[in-house]
């Protein structure tokens, strides 16, 4: 874990969101359209505390087993917790049970797995489709042409509702760049929404492409480093 930095939560917050507010308005888009969720792996649960404290109640987490104690020390806390990692078949049930969202399904017996294992008495597990909207065989995530297949069958699911995709570009650093990648995950979802009006979610923007995001119509940014800071740890 890396050591806390709390006295900055609640400023970088504050500032986030009137860059979300300000980009809403460049772009033409209501800001209440655009979620803010904090993604907090790697960072301690004060953090997560002092962001709850200035009034951030989403959070997001990678790595099953921190996500898992995190939890569990904040089960005081009323947090929607959102699971954005990579997702191993064998871990579906611990999952299921302590998410409100999973935003990085990427393959049919994943969310058959959670849907079988969700508690009925739970309410609906909220899912997003990982898309690999940028073709790279070393990320995970569905096919544009496997999507529509696998929505169909999702759809019908009984524990899960599928709200919407989910969206790690490659890298760029120009703002034109950024946002041809994040169409492509926009026009699929409006095509779906034309069968599946229920879909509403489009899980998408980070610390480092957020205009692109907001201006691509993104209803959920992700954000870690722009709340908590530089993670430290190499590779996550
Ligand atoms: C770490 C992570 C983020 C947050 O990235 P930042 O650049 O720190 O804002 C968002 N989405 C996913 C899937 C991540 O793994």
Not at 49 to 69: D, I, K, M, S, W
Not at 107 to 128: D, G, W, Y
Not at 197 to 218: F, H, K, N, R
Request: some cysteine.
């Amino acid at each position: 874990m890396l050591s806390s930095n709390s006295g900055n939560i609640a400023n970088n917050l504050a500032q986030i969101h009137k860059n979300i507010s300000d980009l809403c308005q460049t772009w033409h888009r209501k800001v209440e359209d655009v979620q803010l969720l904090a993604v907090s792996k790697t960072w301690p649960v004060e953090d997560i505390r002092a962001a709850f404290n200035a009034g951030q109640t989403c959070f997001g987490e990678n790595y099953l087993q921190e996500a898992v104690n995190k939890i569990n020390d904040l089960h005081e806390l009323e947090i929607e917790w959102h699971f954005i990692g990579a997702i191993q078949s064998n871990k579906t049930r611990e999952l299921a049970e302590h998410f409100d969202w999973v935003h990085s399904v990427d393959r049919l017996k994943i969310a058959h797995r959670l849907s079988q294992q969700r508690q009925p008495s739970l309410p609906p597990l909220n899912i997003c489709l990982q898309v690999n909207i940028s073709q790279e065989a070393t990320k995970s995530g569905l096919s544009l042409n496997q999507l529509p297949s696998v929505v169909d069958e999702v759809i019908s699911l009984p524990n899960l509702a599928l709200r919407g995709l989910m969206a790690i570009p490659a890298k760029a650093d120009k703002l034109d760049a950024q946002r041809e990648a994040l169409a492509k995950l926009r026009q699929a979802l409006t095509k779906l929404q034309l069968t599946h009006p229920q879909l509403d979610t489009l899980s998408m923007g980070m610390s480092d492409d957020m205009e692109a995001a907001i201006a691509e119509g993104s209803t959920m940014l992700r954000i870690g480093t722009a709340i908590f800071g530089e993670r430290k740890l190499s590779g996550l």
